[in-house]
Protein backbone atom coordinates (compact mmCIF):
# COMPACT_ATOMS: atom_id res chain seq x y z
CA UNK A 1 0.00 0.00 0.00
CA UNK A 2 1.27 3.47 -0.85
CA UNK A 3 0.61 6.85 -2.03
CA UNK A 4 1.01 7.36 -6.31
CA UNK A 5 0.87 10.82 -7.78
CA UNK A 6 1.64 12.18 -11.29
CA UNK A 7 2.48 15.55 -12.03
CA UNK A 8 2.16 16.57 -15.75
CA UNK A 9 3.74 19.74 -17.18
CA UNK A 10 1.31 21.52 -19.28
CA UNK A 11 3.63 24.57 -20.18
CA UNK A 12 4.00 25.57 -23.97
CA UNK A 13 7.59 25.42 -23.66
CA UNK A 14 8.48 22.49 -21.40
CA UNK A 15 11.42 22.49 -18.82
CA UNK A 16 13.19 19.26 -18.35
CA UNK A 17 13.36 18.68 -14.69
CA UNK A 18 17.22 18.03 -13.33
CA UNK A 19 18.14 15.66 -10.62
CA UNK A 20 18.50 18.81 -7.99
CA UNK A 21 15.16 19.40 -8.58
CA UNK A 22 14.64 16.28 -7.07
CA UNK A 23 17.27 15.67 -4.46
CA UNK A 24 17.19 19.64 -3.39
CA UNK A 25 20.26 19.25 -2.57
CA UNK A 26 20.11 17.40 0.39
CA UNK A 27 18.63 13.80 -0.42
CA UNK A 28 20.68 10.85 -2.28
CA UNK A 29 19.21 8.22 -4.98
CA UNK A 30 20.17 5.20 -6.40
CA UNK A 31 18.24 2.49 -8.66
CA UNK A 32 17.74 -1.10 -7.29
CA UNK A 33 19.22 -4.71 -8.73
CA UNK A 34 17.73 -7.62 -8.98
CA UNK A 35 18.27 -8.24 -5.57
CA UNK A 36 16.30 -5.25 -3.87
CA UNK A 37 19.78 -3.43 -3.29
CA UNK A 38 20.58 -0.25 -3.88
CA UNK A 39 22.82 0.76 -5.92
CA UNK A 40 23.94 4.08 -5.90
CA UNK A 41 23.51 5.21 -9.30
CA UNK A 42 20.67 6.82 -11.20
CA UNK A 43 18.79 4.62 -13.82
CA UNK A 44 16.37 4.84 -16.83
CA UNK A 45 13.15 3.88 -14.88
CA UNK A 46 12.26 3.64 -11.28
CA UNK A 47 14.61 4.88 -8.92
CA UNK A 48 14.61 5.31 -4.98
CA UNK A 49 14.75 8.80 -3.16
CA UNK A 50 16.05 8.62 0.36
CA UNK A 51 17.32 10.86 3.17
CA UNK A 52 21.02 10.26 4.47
CA UNK A 53 20.43 11.46 8.13
CA UNK A 54 17.24 9.80 8.32
CA UNK A 55 17.32 6.28 6.02
CA UNK A 56 14.15 4.85 5.97
CA UNK A 57 12.31 3.11 2.86
CA UNK A 58 12.75 6.02 0.91
CA UNK A 59 10.32 7.20 -2.28
CA UNK A 60 10.18 6.11 -5.46
CA UNK A 61 10.69 8.50 -8.55
CA UNK A 62 10.53 7.53 -12.49
CA UNK A 63 13.51 8.79 -13.94
CA UNK A 64 14.23 9.63 -17.19
CA UNK A 65 17.20 12.16 -19.29
CA UNK A 66 14.42 14.27 -20.62
CA UNK A 67 12.15 14.30 -18.19
CA UNK A 68 9.74 17.62 -19.09
CA UNK A 69 6.44 15.80 -19.91
CA UNK A 70 5.35 14.36 -16.64
CA UNK A 71 7.10 12.42 -13.72
CA UNK A 72 5.37 9.39 -11.54
CA UNK A 73 5.96 9.54 -7.72
CA UNK A 74 5.44 7.59 -5.41
CA UNK A 75 6.03 6.58 -1.27
CA UNK A 76 5.09 3.56 0.44
CA UNK A 77 3.47 2.36 3.37
CA UNK A 78 4.94 1.12 6.86
CA UNK A 79 7.51 4.26 5.79
CA UNK A 80 9.04 6.58 8.08
CA UNK A 81 7.28 10.34 8.64
CA UNK A 82 10.39 11.64 7.07
CA UNK A 83 10.09 9.39 4.06
CA UNK A 84 6.19 11.02 4.25
CA UNK A 85 7.77 14.51 4.72
CA UNK A 86 10.17 14.35 1.97
CA UNK A 87 7.61 13.13 -0.65
CA UNK A 88 5.19 16.04 -0.51
CA UNK A 89 8.34 18.51 -0.18
CA UNK A 90 9.33 16.71 -3.34
CA UNK A 91 6.23 17.18 -4.55
CA UNK A 92 5.95 20.74 -3.74
CA UNK A 93 9.48 21.65 -5.54
CA UNK A 94 8.63 20.08 -8.74
CA UNK A 95 4.52 21.93 -9.02
CA UNK A 96 7.04 25.20 -8.45
CA UNK A 97 10.04 24.42 -11.18
CA UNK A 98 6.97 23.18 -13.76
CA UNK A 99 4.49 26.08 -12.78
CA UNK A 100 1.83 23.50 -12.21
CA UNK A 101 -1.88 24.26 -10.70
CA UNK A 102 -3.20 20.62 -10.51
CA UNK A 103 -1.61 17.10 -9.94
CA UNK A 104 -3.06 13.24 -9.81
CA UNK A 105 -2.67 12.35 -5.89
CA UNK A 106 -4.03 8.59 -6.45
CA UNK A 107 -7.38 9.03 -7.27
CA UNK A 108 -8.14 12.51 -6.67
CA UNK A 109 -7.17 15.93 -8.22
CA UNK A 110 -5.32 18.08 -5.73
CA UNK A 111 -3.37 21.29 -5.97
CA UNK A 112 -0.38 22.62 -4.04
CA UNK A 113 -2.55 23.96 -1.51
CA UNK A 114 -3.92 20.77 -0.54
CA UNK A 115 -0.24 19.48 -0.15
CA UNK A 116 0.05 20.03 4.27
CA UNK A 117 -3.21 18.28 4.53
CA UNK A 118 -2.69 15.35 2.30
CA UNK A 119 1.19 15.38 4.02
CA UNK A 120 -0.82 15.21 7.67
CA UNK A 121 -3.90 12.31 5.98
CA UNK A 122 -0.97 10.45 4.88
CA UNK A 123 1.44 10.00 7.94
CA UNK A 124 -1.89 9.29 9.93
CA UNK A 125 -2.98 6.83 7.88
CA UNK A 126 0.72 5.39 8.17
CA UNK A 127 0.50 5.00 12.10
CA UNK A 128 -3.37 3.31 11.76
CA UNK A 129 -1.47 0.91 9.15
CA UNK A 130 1.25 0.29 11.48
CA UNK A 131 -0.86 0.00 14.66
CA UNK A 132 -2.79 -2.96 12.82
CA UNK A 133 -0.89 -5.35 11.37
CA UNK A 134 -2.15 -9.01 12.14
CA UNK A 135 -0.46 -10.87 14.28
CA UNK A 136 -0.24 -14.50 14.18
CA UNK A 137 -0.37 -15.89 18.17
CA UNK A 138 2.38 -18.17 18.97
CA UNK A 139 4.11 -18.63 15.15
CA UNK A 140 6.67 -16.37 15.27
CA UNK A 141 7.81 -17.02 11.44
CA UNK A 142 4.59 -15.56 10.18
CA UNK A 143 4.93 -12.43 11.85
CA UNK A 144 8.51 -11.41 10.29
CA UNK A 145 7.23 -9.30 7.31
CA UNK A 146 10.00 -8.34 4.72
CA UNK A 147 9.74 -4.71 3.73
CA UNK A 148 11.90 -2.73 1.04
CA UNK A 149 14.13 -0.37 2.69
CA UNK A 150 15.86 2.27 0.76
CA UNK A 151 19.22 0.59 1.37
CA UNK A 152 18.06 -3.44 1.02
CA UNK A 153 15.05 -5.38 2.29
CA UNK A 154 14.68 -5.81 6.04
CA UNK A 155 12.67 -8.46 7.68
CA UNK A 156 11.07 -7.02 10.63
CA UNK A 157 8.74 -8.66 13.10
CA UNK A 158 5.36 -7.31 12.85
CA UNK A 159 4.87 -7.09 16.89
CA UNK A 160 7.60 -4.49 16.74
CA UNK A 161 6.01 -2.45 13.97
CA UNK A 162 2.54 -2.91 15.67
CA UNK A 163 3.93 -1.30 18.54
CA UNK A 164 5.79 1.27 16.96
CA UNK A 165 2.16 2.29 15.64
CA UNK A 166 0.10 2.11 18.64
CA UNK A 167 2.95 4.18 20.59
CA UNK A 168 2.70 6.60 18.43
CA UNK A 169 6.74 6.24 18.48
CA UNK A 170 7.44 7.61 14.63
CA UNK A 171 10.54 8.77 15.77
CA UNK A 172 11.70 5.18 17.63
CA UNK A 173 10.66 3.55 14.19
CA UNK A 174 12.67 5.71 11.82
CA UNK A 175 15.71 5.59 13.99
CA UNK A 176 15.15 1.65 13.96
CA UNK A 177 14.96 1.61 10.08
CA UNK A 178 17.81 3.89 9.93
CA UNK A 179 20.40 2.02 12.28
CA UNK A 180 19.90 -1.01 10.46
CA UNK A 181 20.91 0.10 7.00
CA UNK A 182 23.32 2.74 8.12
CA UNK A 183 26.17 0.40 8.67
CA UNK A 184 28.77 0.01 5.98
CA UNK A 185 28.30 -3.93 5.09
CA UNK A 186 27.70 -6.13 2.52
CA UNK A 187 24.19 -7.31 2.17
CA UNK A 188 24.67 -10.97 1.41
CA UNK A 189 22.53 -12.25 -1.32
CA UNK A 190 22.54 -15.78 -3.58
CA UNK A 191 24.06 -15.08 -6.81
CA UNK A 192 22.01 -18.19 -9.01
CA UNK A 193 23.57 -20.57 -10.94
CA UNK A 194 22.52 -23.11 -13.22
CA UNK A 195 23.36 -26.50 -12.28
CA UNK A 196 22.15 -27.85 -15.00
CA UNK A 197 18.85 -27.93 -17.44
CA UNK A 198 16.75 -27.99 -15.01
CA UNK A 199 18.29 -27.67 -11.81
CA UNK A 200 20.00 -24.02 -9.93
CA UNK A 201 22.05 -23.35 -6.95
CA UNK A 202 22.81 -20.17 -4.81
CA UNK A 203 26.07 -18.96 -4.24
CA UNK A 204 27.18 -16.73 -1.21
CA UNK A 205 30.48 -14.76 -1.30
CA UNK A 206 32.36 -14.20 1.66
CA UNK A 207 34.93 -11.44 1.29
CA UNK A 208 38.33 -11.29 3.73
CA UNK A 209 38.50 -7.91 6.13
CA UNK A 210 34.54 -7.11 4.70
CA UNK A 211 31.81 -6.78 7.03
CA UNK A 212 28.62 -8.75 5.84
CA UNK A 213 25.22 -8.92 6.33
CA UNK A 214 25.02 -12.70 6.37
CA UNK A 215 21.45 -14.76 6.58
CA UNK A 216 21.07 -17.19 9.32
CA UNK A 217 19.74 -19.35 6.80
CA UNK A 218 19.95 -20.14 2.99
CA UNK A 219 16.82 -18.64 1.40
CA UNK A 220 15.57 -18.75 -2.34
CA UNK A 221 16.08 -15.02 -3.53
CA UNK A 222 12.68 -13.17 -3.95
CA UNK A 223 10.72 -12.82 -7.35
CA UNK A 224 13.10 -14.72 -9.06
CA UNK A 225 11.41 -16.69 -11.80
CA UNK A 226 12.42 -20.21 -13.50
CA UNK A 227 12.68 -20.02 -16.84
CA UNK A 228 11.26 -23.63 -17.07
CA UNK A 229 8.20 -22.90 -15.09
CA UNK A 230 7.48 -19.62 -14.78
CA UNK A 231 7.02 -20.36 -10.97
CA UNK A 232 9.06 -18.97 -7.83
CA UNK A 233 12.69 -20.12 -8.20
CA UNK A 234 14.16 -22.71 -6.17
CA UNK A 235 17.34 -24.08 -5.64
CA UNK A 236 18.88 -27.28 -5.19
CA UNK A 237 21.15 -26.24 -2.52
CA UNK A 238 23.47 -23.29 -1.44
CA UNK A 239 27.31 -22.74 -1.45
CA UNK A 240 29.38 -19.80 0.17
CA UNK A 241 32.73 -18.90 -1.56
CA UNK A 242 35.91 -17.25 0.18
CA UNK A 243 37.60 -14.65 -1.57
CA UNK A 244 40.74 -13.40 -0.26
CA UNK A 245 41.67 -9.93 -1.15
CA UNK A 246 45.68 -10.69 -1.02
CA UNK A 247 45.15 -13.26 -3.54
CA UNK A 248 42.14 -11.24 -5.58
CA UNK A 249 40.45 -14.60 -6.50
CA UNK A 250 38.12 -16.99 -4.84
CA UNK A 251 40.07 -19.45 -2.86
CA UNK A 252 37.60 -21.87 -1.24
CA UNK A 253 33.76 -22.98 -1.43
CA UNK A 254 32.00 -24.68 1.36
CA UNK A 255 28.18 -25.70 1.88
CA UNK A 256 26.36 -23.17 3.44
CA UNK A 257 25.57 -25.10 6.38
CA UNK A 258 28.58 -26.22 7.07
CA UNK A 259 29.61 -22.18 6.30
CA UNK A 260 27.24 -21.27 9.19
CA UNK A 261 28.71 -23.55 11.97
CA UNK A 262 32.22 -22.79 11.05
CA UNK A 263 32.11 -19.00 11.57
CA UNK A 264 29.52 -19.40 14.83
CA UNK A 265 26.82 -17.26 12.78
CA UNK A 266 24.49 -17.81 15.64
CA UNK A 267 26.61 -16.37 18.22
CA UNK A 268 26.92 -12.58 15.82
CA UNK A 269 24.94 -9.57 16.58
CA UNK A 270 21.80 -10.08 15.25
CA UNK A 271 20.83 -7.28 12.53
CA UNK A 272 16.88 -7.75 11.79
CA UNK A 273 15.00 -10.80 12.25
CA UNK A 274 16.78 -12.96 9.39
CA UNK A 275 20.21 -11.73 9.00
CA UNK A 276 23.28 -11.22 11.86
CA UNK A 277 26.21 -8.59 11.49
CA UNK A 278 29.22 -10.74 10.56
CA UNK A 279 32.50 -8.94 11.63
CA UNK A 280 34.77 -8.95 8.41
CA UNK A 281 36.92 -12.41 8.44
CA UNK A 282 40.38 -11.89 8.53
CA UNK A 283 42.84 -13.24 5.43
CA UNK A 284 43.97 -15.86 8.07
CA UNK A 285 40.32 -17.06 8.75
CA UNK A 286 39.72 -17.26 5.21
CA UNK A 287 42.86 -19.58 4.55
CA UNK A 288 41.64 -21.70 8.17
CA UNK A 289 38.10 -22.05 6.40
CA UNK A 290 39.70 -23.17 3.06
CA UNK A 291 42.45 -25.27 4.07
CA UNK A 292 39.32 -26.95 6.36
CA UNK A 293 38.29 -30.28 5.71
CA UNK A 294 34.65 -29.47 4.32
CA UNK A 295 31.88 -30.47 1.99
CA UNK A 296 31.24 -28.73 -1.34
CA UNK A 297 28.00 -29.55 -2.76
CA UNK A 298 28.82 -28.05 -6.14
CA UNK A 299 32.17 -30.66 -6.40
CA UNK A 300 29.54 -33.30 -5.19
CA UNK A 301 26.88 -32.61 -8.17
CA UNK A 302 29.46 -32.93 -11.39
Not at 79 to 97: G, H, W
Request: glycine letters at 4%; hydrophobic letters at 35%.
Amino acid sequence: MGVDVRIKNRQIIKKALKIEDITLGKYKYGSLDDYWRNTGELAEGYNVLYDPNHIGRGMEFKWSNNLKDEIELRVNFLSTKYDIEMFYEVIRNILNVWKVKQFDHDASTCTIDDLDALYQSSKEFNLDYMSNQDIVPDKSESNIITIFGAMYPIDIDKKLIKSYGENEDEDGYANYLHNLQYPDAYYAVPIIYSLNDTEFFGNYVITAETDTLFPKRARDPMMFKDPNTGEQLKCKFFVVTLVSLEKKSAVGRMDFDEFVDKVNIANCPQHDMTRVFLEGLSEEKIAELTESEHYDPLTEAK
